[in-house]
């Protein structure tokens, strides 16, 4: 093992996205990656670009070799896993066990801790390709991390060595946490990817190059300003325009579109309409007319 002072074998669980990216940023770090675990083909295509010269090592090994031992795995395959590692034996007095799950805290490492492991919960708030640009990407990111008030200073200094920065998340709020990560992110992707498509069957040609800046736009002034950043027909007040969606979006629906741009807009909305009348952009009578616009019942607009 390294034996500069603070350095420690680090074992990958998981050689997927974010495993090998977060091993190849420990071992930026000064830390020793002894080994990783990698299944699949692509895993160990990743392991081989990302972590060059570190052996593929079957579980129990790779355990019995870390001081810090890092799970990436999907996070409904991390109870079992843990479990199944203690009931092998596997886990060792002392050791550092972090697992990269945003739902969880450090309660789902309850079986590695009773055999004496210190359990931490080290998120990366950033979505990742498991590429070698995401480790320019890490000090631009934020990890949501969860530990015992004497053990969380490790982890807040792991992250610090891997160039991000670290924000504690109380173990009750881990799920809410991630919720807010995945509907910002994933429901993200879903919005551009329906809008994408609509332009496209509308015959535009390059919907990428029509929608990139302003969605580029509306998420830097959104970061920036808030919910005072929100422009377009909901802000206005344009319950016709309103209803105008909501009819040429049924209509679409109706002759074979996906359904799903339908329902997310009338959520969105929905929810738009909602909170502008929460911070007065929208009056009582404003917010009821377009709710209304947006039932089924409506007649069409004029």
């Not at 934020?142 to 530990?147: K, L, T, W, Y």
């Not at 736009?217 to 309103?242: F, H, K, M, Q, Y």
């Not at 952009?281 to 616009?293: C, F, G, K, M, N």
Request: aromatic letters at 2%; proline letters at 7%.
């Amino acid at each position: 093992m390294n034996n500069k002072p603070g350095r420690l074998g680090v074992g990958i669980i998981g050689a997927g996205k974010v495993g090998a990216v977060l091993g190849a940023a420990l071992r930026a770090a000064g830390h020793a990656v002894v080994g990783v675990s990698a299944v699949s083909a692509n895993s160990r295509d990743r392991a081989e670009i990302l972590l060059p010269g570190v052996p593929v090592l079957e579980i129990p090994a790779l355990i019995e070799r870390s001081e810090l031992v890092l799970l990436a795995v999907p996070d409904d395959a991390l109870p079992m896993l843990v479990q199944g590692l203690a009931a092998a034996g596997a886990w060792q007095q002392g050791q550092l066990v972090a697992h990269t799950s945003g739902r969880f805290g450090t309660s789902v490492l309850a079986p590695a801790r009773a055999a004496g492991a210190i359990p931490l919960a080290l998120h990366p708030a950033m979505t990742f390709t498991g590429m070698t640009l995401d480790l320019a990407r890490l000090p631009d990111c934020c990890f949501g991390v969860s530990a015992d008030p004497a053990m969380l200073p490790i982890a807040q200094a792991l992250v610090v060595e891997m160039g991000a920065e670290p924000v504690v998340i109380a173990e009750a709020d881990r799920v809410l946490y991630h919720a807010a990560l995945a509907h910002a992110s994933n429901h993200l992707v879903t919005l551009a990817a329906q809008s994408t498509q609509l332009l496209a069957d509308v015959g535009v040609e390059a919907p990428d190059r029509m929608l990139g800046p302003l969605l580029r736009a509306s998420l830097e002034n959104a970061l920036a300003s808030g919910e005072s950043a929100l422009t377009g027909p909901v802000a206005r007040g344009d319950v016709g325009t309103v209803k105008a969606h909501t009819h040429a979006l049924r209509e679409y629906s109706d002759r074979d579109g996906p359904a799903d741009f339908l329902a997310a807009y009338l959520a969105m909305t929905a929810a738009t309409a909602s909170r502008a009348a929460a911070r007065a952009v929208l009056t009582p009578v404003q917010l009821q007319l377009i709710e209304a616009a947006l039932r089924p019942d409506e007649p069409p607009p004029d």
